[in-house]
């Protein structure tokens, strides 16, 4: 079985139901059962312009008691957030740190001239 969808805005991208299946199979391989997910896409905010519409979805994912949401510009763009997320299951998410003042310091004083 697949990740459930919801939504209250009209459904999800062609793009993002053809790239679907690859981030359930990455699931199942990572040990998740894709049929435990529900997915739901709103609006995020209602527009301040009627004629132009909202810029950002909310995407709520909910999986046995646990839920997070996210807000993006369209489906693709949480289709990578959540297949990040997928991948990440297995350990913490790495944060790429930048060397602090007094390393970079250092290590500039070792170059040569």
């Known amino acids: 079985m697949s990740i459930i969808l919801q939504s209250t805005v009209g459904g999800f991208s062609a793009q993002f139901m053809r790239k679907l299946p690859l981030v359930e199979q990455a699931m199942r391989e990572h040990g998740l059962e894709p049929s435990e997910f529900v997915i739901s896409k709103d609006y995020a ?3 301040t312009v009627p004629f132009v519409g909202p810029f950002f979805y909310d995407y709520s994912v909910f999986f046995g008691d646990e839920k997070f949401t ?10 990578d957030y959540f297949f990040k997320r997928v991948l990440a299951a297995d350990g913490p998410p790495e944060v790429p740190r930048r060397p602090g003042l007094i390393r ?8 040569a001239v």
């Not at 970079?104 to 170059?111: D, P, T, Y």
């Open 70 to 79: 996210v807000t993006e510009p369209n489906d693709m763009v949480f289709l």
């Open 104 to 111: 970079r310091l250092f290590g500039w004083m070792a170059e």
């Open 45 to 47: 905010s209602t527009a």
